[in-house]
């Protein structure tokens, strides 16, 4: 079982409202990532990290940012949420290749469906 | 343009029979491939993972293939329980990128029913 959190697991916001999706990992990973999916359609990379003070944009545009200031802590932010905004978005992370593990095995969290109305 | 497609969308099956799900891919240069296991609202966790040289893995009722010349896999699944039901979704890494970019099909929709 991968030990990566994310809070809150549903939230329903009012337009404009800024909010911040929560993920942490205690597993050391030094690579996180932020996806978005839409019901029936494929994960899309919105934003990963390398590291500490690390974030690049994903694949697929986003209005939302994102911080790492801790190694275990990967929290995205939405400054104006928009009905557009609807959807799940799932964090997970991986490590640099340690011994006997693939380098890209990706551990992802629970989710947080948000709507926006 | 990498692509990972999966068939059939969707599949209902009875309790204890055998299924099979199947996943092409054109993604290149290729690293190695996985079966995730998405349960309604969670998030997905890797079943298996085969690269370049390996044809089949298994993991309990679960046994994937991988035909790297023709870019096809499958997942078998063996006595389906009602705890099967789920997305299955195949994911393609490449190797172009220190990233490991990962390319991920839209996933089988599997119901497993008494």
């Known amino acids: 079982e991968a030990d990566i959190y994310q809070t809150p697991r549903y939230l329903v916001i009012g337009t404009g409202k800024k909010i911040t999706l929560e993920c942490s990992q205690t597993m050391g990973h030094d690579k996180m990532y932020w996806y978005q999916q839409d019901p029936g359609m494929e994960l899309h990379l919105i934003h990963y990290?390398?590291?500490?003070?690390?974030?690049e944009k994903g694949d697929l545009s986003s209005e939302s940012t994102v911080s790492r200031i801790r190694t275990e802590h990967f929290p995205l932010t939405l400054e104006s949420a928009r009905p557009s905004h609807t959807s799940q978005y799932l964090c997970?992370?991986?490590?640099?290749?340690?011994?006997?593990?693939?380098?890209?095995?990706?551990?992802f969290g629970p989710g947080t469906r948000l709507t926006v109305l | 343009k990498n692509q990972v497609e999966q068939s059939p969308q969707s599949l209902i099956i009875l309790e204890g029979k055998n299924c099979t799900l199947q996943c092409n891919y054109t993604v290149s240069p290729f690293s190695n491939l996985r079966w995730y296991k998405q349960d309604t609202g969670r998030g997905p966790v890797s079943l298996t993972i085969?690269?370049?040289?390996?044809n089949t893995k298994s993991n309990g009722r679960y046994t994937a293939t991988l035909d790297a010349d023709t870019k096809q896999s499958s997942l078998h699944i063996t006595a389906s329980q009602l705890s099967d039901s789920a997305s299955y979704i195949c994911?393609?890494?490449?190797?172009?990128?220190?990233?490991?970019?990962?390319?991920f099909g839209r996933g089988t929709q599997l119901t497993v029913w008494p």
């Open positions: 085969m690269t370049f040289s390996e």
């Open positions: 994911v393609v890494s490449d190797r172009g990128s220190t990233l490991g970019r990962l390319y």
């Open positions: 990290s390398y590291g500490v003070n690390s974030t």
């Open positions: 997970a992370s991986s490590d640099s290749g340690r011994p006997g593990r693939s380098e890209d095995e990706q551990f």
